[in-house]
């Protein structure tokens, strides 16, 4: 049985920094191409960053330069360090799997539960 479980949300003021992790299970993790993504209330699922199974990385726009998206093969967990954090970033953040799509889009296999961030000023 497939597994991602979030953790690490949590509320933090404006230019904070919080570490979300994602520990998988149920599959082969070190070949997925895991990514995050967030949604805050009234508006639509964002794809924040991926990583391959190779190790390479994608980040929205919105987030480039400010969050770092990693992963422990070892550990089957894939984590998500967001520094300089802004009140826009407030949603819930899920972490997603799929063994072949590798994209910003939502088009993944397995989803977490979502972990919530909020940023307050």
């Known amino acids: 049985q497939v597994q991602l479980v979030e953790s690490g949300g949590g509320s933090v003021q404006v230019g904070g920094s919080l570490r979300l992790s994602c520990v998988t299970s149920g599959y082969t993790f070190s070949r997925y191409c895991m990514a995050w993504f967030r949604q805050a209330p009234g508006k639509e699922r964002e794809g924040v960053a991926i990583?391959?199974?190779?190790?390479?990385?994608v980040y929205a726009d919105s987030v480039k330069g400010r969050f770092t998206i990693s992963k422990d093969n070892a550990k089957a967990t894939l984590y998500l360090t967001m520094n300089m954090l802004k009140l826009e970033d407030s949603a819930t953040y899920s972490c997603a799997a799929h063994p072949l799509y590798c994209g910003l889009q939502s088009h993944y296999l397995h989803w977490g539960q979502g972990t919530q961030v909020t940023v307050s000023s």
């Open positions: 990583i391959f199974s190779n190790g390479g990385t």
